[in-house]
């Protein structure tokens, strides 16, 4: 079969490349991919929104699964716009319709989400610019430190964990009365600071049936010791320590159950993924948000520590026979390095040529922000490459992920060498 992934990222990276395995695949197309997804399929350059440019693409090619990496296209209700064609409405999309999508496109849905289906999650209280004085009032009675997060999709910029009551009063203005975040911000949630070590779980699930796959930790920060500003992740661990069978079992029971069940009752069909940012409070899970897609870059580690087939899998969600399908998932340990841009986060240096891929000894480099310019292979993201590998133990993953990043060079290149040694 034909298949085609939506996106230009690490995570798009990944998926091409376990994709590109199944003996199921015959011709893989990446739009619009980047210069790392060229080894796996075609890349093809339509933007991840112009659906009727994907439509053009799906018909020509003969494409019979969508697999869709990023928010945005979900959000917009990519999978709505194939479902309401005549042409597309049998070709299967991975990824939730626009309604199961607002579980991310909307942080004031997804935690009236969880309070109806009783999943742990921090108390809350949601404003706008017509209540904005009484969201003044309730940070006053609300404990330090307190995180406001605009409710829409605002590129992961959109939450502010601040720790002043003066703090707060200032950027909820700002977030409301100024939007900050633009359109994102039209609404903001307030809630409960949770103290913890985060934790990404991940779930396949076809509305019915479900499957767990392997957890991951990422890495925010921009420093080491988790120290400056927030990135789109700069690395990350698969499996974590402290999320033994005791721990998942208390994850299944309370939230993926509940989760899964409460869509059912909602009457919101959900075929796709479901990614569960938790906080391990004292070894209690509690569920900090939803996204309606995979990590990055935990989706580089998750895929290395995929055995089984990733298709047959996908093709369990689309089809709706997931609880027939078979995972298995390696017991050994995956390590995510991710090379950012000099500046990163902030303006980054851009086109700059990378050399030395190939002196990587046991690691693969999905690549992320790259792009081919003649011969060359150039930056053109803030996260340029992630450099993953699977070892027998944390200690050795982590050792080998640094040790390949190391050997590869861009003008400003950087990247973390402390992913992971908080948990070993």
């Excluded at 940012?277 to 509690?286: A, D, K, R, T, V």
């Excluded at 990733?310 to 998932?329: H, P, R, S």
Aim: with cysteine.
């Amino acid at each position: 079969m034909n298949i085609l992934i939506l996106g230009s990222g690490g995570r798009e990276s990944a998926f091409a490349w376990k994709v590109a395995q199944s003996p199921k695949c015959e011709k893989l197309f990446i739009a619009p991919g980047n210069a790392g997804t060229t080894q796996y399929g075609t890349n093809v350059n339509i933007k991840v929104t112009d659906f009727e440019g994907i439509k053009a693409l799906v018909l020509k090619e003969n494409i019979s699964l969508v697999l869709v990496g990023p928010e945005e296209p979900l959000v917009k209700g990519v999978h709505d716009f194939f479902l309401a064609d005549e042409q597309l409405k049998n070709i299967p999309v991975v990824g939730p319709q626009q309604e199961g999508a607002q579980l991310e496109g909307s942080k004031d849905f997804s935690k009236q989400f969880m309070e109806k289906h009783n999943i742990p999650t921090s108390a809350y209280k949601t404003f706008t610019k017509d209540t904005l004085e009484d969201g003044l009032n309730y940070l006053a009675t609300a404990g330090l430190p307190v995180v406001l997060k605009a409710d829409g999709l605002a590129a992961g910029k959109g939450v502010l964990i601040c720790l002043t009551l003066e703090e707060a009063q200032t950027e909820l203005k700002a977030m409301l009365a100024d939007a900050k975040f633009g359109e994102a911000s039209s609404r903001v949630v307030v809630e409960q600071f949770l103290t913890g070590i985060e934790l990404s779980v991940f779930v396949m699930t076809d509305g019915n049936s479900y499957k767990i796959l392997p957890e991951a930790k990422d890495y925010k920060r921009i420093g080491e010791g988790d120290t400056g500003l927030n990135t789109g992740g700069m690395g990350s661990i698969s499996p974590v320590p402290f999320a033994d069978a005791a721990y998942m079992k208390k994850v299944e029971e309370r939230v993926i159950i509940p989760t899964v069940e409460g869509l059912k009752k909602d009457g919101i069909p959900y075929k796709g993924f479901i990614f569960i940012g938790l906080m391990n409070s004292n070894g209690e899970p509690w569920v900090i948000e939803y996204n309606c897609r995979m990590g990055d870059p935990e989706t580089e580690s998750v895929m290395r520590r995929i055995d089984s087939d990733f298709v047959d899998l996908l093709l369990g969600v689309a089809e709706g026979n997931l609880n027939e399908k078979e995972i298995i998932i390696s017991p050994k340990t995956a390590a995510t390095v991710v090379m950012v841009a000099g500046g990163y986060p902030g303006e980054y240096l851009k086109n700059k040529v990378i050399t030395g891929t190939e002196n990587v000894r046991d690691s693969i480099v999905f690549h992320a922000g790259t792009a081919m310019d003649g011969e060359d292979v150039i930056t053109t993201g803030g996260r340029v490459l992630a450099i993953t590998t699977v070892q027998d133990n944390m200690f050795n993953a982590l050792q080998q992920a640094t040790a390949d990043a190391s050997r590869i060079y861009y003008d400003g290149m950087y990247f973390r060498k402390d992913i992971g040694f908080d948990l070993l």
